[in-house]
């Protein structure tokens, strides 16, 4: 099934990791939330149990590249949840391409980051984020993140590098 959802998870969001252990897209739709609960609350152990473990899991994004496996994508983020940045970021704009034990969810996260001088810049980075029922829960697999200005992408791998 295809659809577009009215939905979007950010700095108020839960932690469902519970409910992700529901078969189906609803249990798919708790794990992604849980995701935006773990990043925007910089809860690096809630964030790794949202990611498989598997070590063909992949993250490709403006930070880290491509990076393989639930353990390096966890210690890229423990790096940008205790760097010189924070970040918070809302995902919106939510279309779901879902069966039964896959879903992928495609949008647009904003947010916004600030740096040591007290500087507030805006993110805006078209997101994928595609999530696997295995084992019995809804685990992340795979995310791609683009920020499609140069520029804003340059200041902001800077930020968070330090």
Do not use: C
């Amino acid at each position: 099934m295809t659809q577009q959802l009215d939905v979007s998870f950010g700095p108020a969001s839960r932690n469902r990791l519970n409910e992700a252990a529901s078969p189906g897209a609803d249990g798919a739709l708790a794990a992604l939330e849980t995701f935006y609960f773990a990043f925007n609350t910089r809860n690096l152990d809630v964030f790794a149990q949202v990611w498989s473990k598997d070590p063909l899991a992949q993250l490709n994004n403006p930070l880290g590249g491509i990076l393989r496996g639930g353990e390096a994508i966890t210690a890229l983020y423990d790096r940008v949840f205790h760097g010189h940045a924070l970040v918070t970021v809302t995902f919106g704009d939510v279309v779901e391409y879902a069966d039964a034990t896959h879903v992928l969810f495609a949008g647009r996260e904003t947010g916004e980051y600030s740096v040591a001088d007290g500087q507030v810049v805006p993110l805006s980075i078209r997101t994928s984020r595609y999530f696997r029922y295995e084992g019995g829960r809804w685990s992340q697999f795979h995310h791609h993140g683009s920020i499609d200005d140069a520029d804003a992408l340059a200041a902001y791998q800077a930020a968070i590098r330090g």
